[in-house]
T-cell receptor, first 113, second 109 residues
Framework: EPEVTQTPSHQVTQMGQEVILRCVPI?????FYWYRQILGQKVEFLVS????????KSEIFDDQFSVERPDGSNFTLKIRSTKLEDSAMYFC???????????FGPGTRLTVL | QKEVEQNSGPLSVPEGAIASLNCTYS??????FFWYRQYSGKSPELIMF????GDKEDGRFTAQLNKASQYVSLLIRDSQPSDSATYLC?????????FGAGTILRVKS
């Protein structure tokens, strides 16, 4: 069964450093998403991506964040200058349409020290 | 933004019983509803989705949607200890999911 994959599973970084989180969506899906979940809190939407551009982004997704689909299979989230409050689980998801069910990857636990 | 409300629980049921999980939503225009299961430290796993009023059954799971009352529920029949997890209700807004905080379910053997 096809699945979304994410790397790394755990990333530890120093405050102010740049991190890149990687995702490989399900191969025939066209819509890609990033969500995050701070420990003990709700899953929150960050950004959606379709046809090589951002289709929607949340207030959390400020200028420190960017997304890219560099090679037709990977989908990346970059945080330019990490803050302590960026520590969270980051989930990538994909779907075949924009109203259909979204399938989540296993997540990357980001720890900012 | 649409709001999704869930009782945080924990909801405790004995093994073999029916677990009933409920969710209410704020936007009467919401069309698509999803139930995800999340084990501690893991990612959300899709269980079911429902678009139409009424019931939708898939194995031991039944989703129920009542748009007039703006609630969605998930019934789990013959609950097993492996069903112990947090159950997340979500609605589509635009092309993003808006999640509730989740209900913790504990199935006691």
């Amino acid at each position: 069964e096809p699945e979304v994959t994410q790397t790394p599973s755990h990333q530890v970084t120093q405050m102010g450093q740049e991190v890149i989180l990687r995702c490989v969506p399900i191969s025939n899906h066209l819509y890609f998403y990033w969500y995050r979940q701070i420990l003990g809190q709700k899953v929150e939407f960050l950004v959606s991506f379709y046809n090589n551009e951002i289709s929607e982004k949340s207030e959390i997704f400020d200028d420190q964040f960017s997304v890219e689909r560099p090679d037709g299979s990977n989908f990346t989230l970059k945080i330019r200058s990490t803050k302590l409050e960026d520590s969270a689980m980051y989930f990538c998801a994909s779907s075949s349409t924009d109203y259909n069910e979204q399938f989540f990857g296993p997540g990357t636990r980001l720890t900012v020290l | 933004q649409k709001e999704v409300e869930q009782n945080s629980g924990p909801l405790s049921v004995p093994e073999g019983a029916i677990a009933s999980l409920n969710c209410t939503y704020s936007d009467r225009g919401s069309q698509s509803f999803f139930w995800y299961r999340q084990y501690s430290g893991k990612s959300p796993e899709l269980i079911m989705f429902i678009y139409s009023n009424g019931d939708k059954e898939d194995g031991r799971f039944t989703a129920q949607l009542n748009k007039a009352s703006q609630y969605v529920s998930l019934l789990i029949r013959d609950s097993q200890p492996s069903d112990s997890a947090t159950y997340l209700c979500a609605v589509i807004e635009g092309n993003k999911l808006v999640f509730g905080a989740g209900t913790i379910l504990r199935v006691k053997s």
